[in-house]
């Protein structure tokens, strides 16, 4: 955003929706996702097609399962991610010293 605003920055507010949306929009390393897909269970379309058929609407319960199911999934990715940072991390650890009663520490 801050290459896009004004130098007395006084146009920051018009341009954080498209911040927003660009950021809601990106797909996240941990998860694989977007945010909004996150969220909502869908993709983001920036402008929607108009349709060749009529629109069938998604049941509340097809809805609420779409949803539960991109929770899950999302949940597994972020658990696997974890594991991945940790795997990384663990590589640069040495082992704890083992002291005895009377070592001199420094």
């Known amino acids: 955003i801050r290459c896009y605003v004004t130098y007395q920055q006084e146009n920051w507010t018009e341009l954080l929706a498209f911040a927003e949306v660009a950021y809601n929009n990106t797909v996240h390393s941990s998860t694989g996702l977007t945010p909004f897909q996150i969220n909502t269970g869908m993709d983001f ?18 809805l609420m399962n779409s949803l539960k199911k991109g929770w899950e999934d999302t949940k597994k990715a972020l658990v696997e991610a974890a594991k991945n940072y940790k795997a990384q991390a663990d590589k640069h650890r040495s082992l704890q010293p083992l002291f005895k009663v009377g070592d001199r520490v420094y």
């Open 45 to 62: 379309v920036l402008m929607p097609e108009l349709p060749k058929q009529p629109p069938t609407s998604m049941s509340l319960t097809e």
